[in-house]
């Protein structure tokens, strides 16, 4: 596998989360430390799986191969309508500052990393190439997970947008789950 084609795979992945990244940092309440902590988690989850799909492979690509976007999807819209839910209700309590919330948007957003272990990096046959490509291909999504929260800084400074943050990101996270549902 070239460079290339993996540094592709690892901005296809990473674009889950990125898209998660941008509606989480929409929120105003969410402190650096916990946007660290979501990019952290992003792309040590993408590591793992893309590490632990390289070697389940073949076994399990007929029962699974189908599933993991069903089930992030379904994941992503929940906690968007419970963050779109959260804009008619100003409470002092915010879903993101949940600590479970780390694992369980790092696991939406990375179940599809399974898929590509199972499908394009189950034929390495070097232990070191498959850790250093799933090393790769989480730290490139710790990146760009961070891109996103930068770039939401900048857009929470528009008024309209953090005024309605938390519609704009839930209706952003519902769309982007049923896009993973459906496609």
Do not use: H
């Amino acid at each position: 596998m070239t460079f290339y084609s993996l540094f592709i795979i690892a901005i296809a992945l990473s674009l889950d989360a990125f898209g998660v990244a941008l509606s989480v940092g929409l929120d105003r309440k969410v402190a650096l430390k916990n946007k660290i902590l979501f990019s952290l988690s992003f792309g040590f989850f993408q590591f793992l799986f893309s590490y632990i799909g390289s070697y389940a492979g073949f076994l399990f690509n007929t029962y699974i191969a189908s599933m993991p976007k069903l089930i992030g999807g379904v994941v992503i819209t929940i906690v968007g309508i419970v963050m779109f839910k959260e804009g008619f209700e100003k409470k002092s309590e915010n879903i993101f500052l949940n600590p479970k919330m780390y694992f369980i948007l790092g696991i939406s957003v990375s179940i599809d990393a399974v898929v590509i272990g199972f499908t394009v990096l189950n034929n390495i046959i070097n232990n070191l190439i498959v850790f250093k490509y799933t090393l790769f291909i989480g730290l490139v999504t710790f990146i760009v997970s961070g891109i996103a929260f930068i770039i939401s800084k900048y857009l929470n400074k528009v008024d309209i947008i953090s005024k309605y943050a938390d519609f704009i990101g839930g209706i952003i996270l519902v769309i982007f789950g049923l896009k993973m549902i459906i496609f």
